[in-house]
């Protein structure tokens, strides 16, 4: 076999293809919906995936105060913090969340999914979340994206 015919390309952020994509979070069930989009930030549908590189898309995430929580998980769950001071553990349900910072359960959940380094939150700056239906990137032109139609 003629190995020196081919070579192994290797994204990085100069030679990635980003496209802009618009996510309508309104009836969808938060866990599946963040699972999604965190690996289309990633870029983890690409073909020229790298794991050290952000060679993902932008997403724009609106109506993200509309999200559900199947069973009493909007209640009952609890999502836990801590200020790294003696006693400073501070727990909040998600519809807490939502009644403070509309988007601020769904870039939680985002957050999650994504590694826990400077990749990771270098990626999720490329996740715009707004509240309602309107966004403020209508100059990059972004295509709708169904995430029923990934796996």
């Not at 009644?99 to 270098?122: D, Q």
Request: with cysteine; glycine share 8%.
């Amino acid at each position: 076999m003629d190995t020196l015919s081919y070579k192994t390309l290797s994204a990085n952020k100069e030679t990635a293809n980003k496209v802009w994509f618009v996510v309508d979070a309104e009836g969808q069930t938060l866990g599946r919906m963040a699972s999604k989009i965190a690996k289309v930030l990633r870029g983890k549908y690409k073909t020229n995936f790298t794991p050290h590189a952000d060679c993902g898309d932008y997403i724009i995430i609106i109506n993200a105060g509309k999200i559900v929580m199947t069973g009493n998980k909007m209640e009952d769950r609890r999502i836990f913090s801590h200020t790294g001071y003696p006693g400073g553990q501070k727990r909040i349900s998600p519809a807490e969340m939502l009644a403070k910072n509309e988007t601020s359960v769904v870039k939680h959940a985002i957050r999650g999914m994504l590694p826990k380094t400077k990749l990771g939150a270098a990626i999720l700056k490329n996740c715009y979340i707004y509240a309602g239906a309107e966004h403020d990137q209508e100059a990059q032109k972004p295509t709708n994206l169904n995430l029923n139609d990934l796996k």
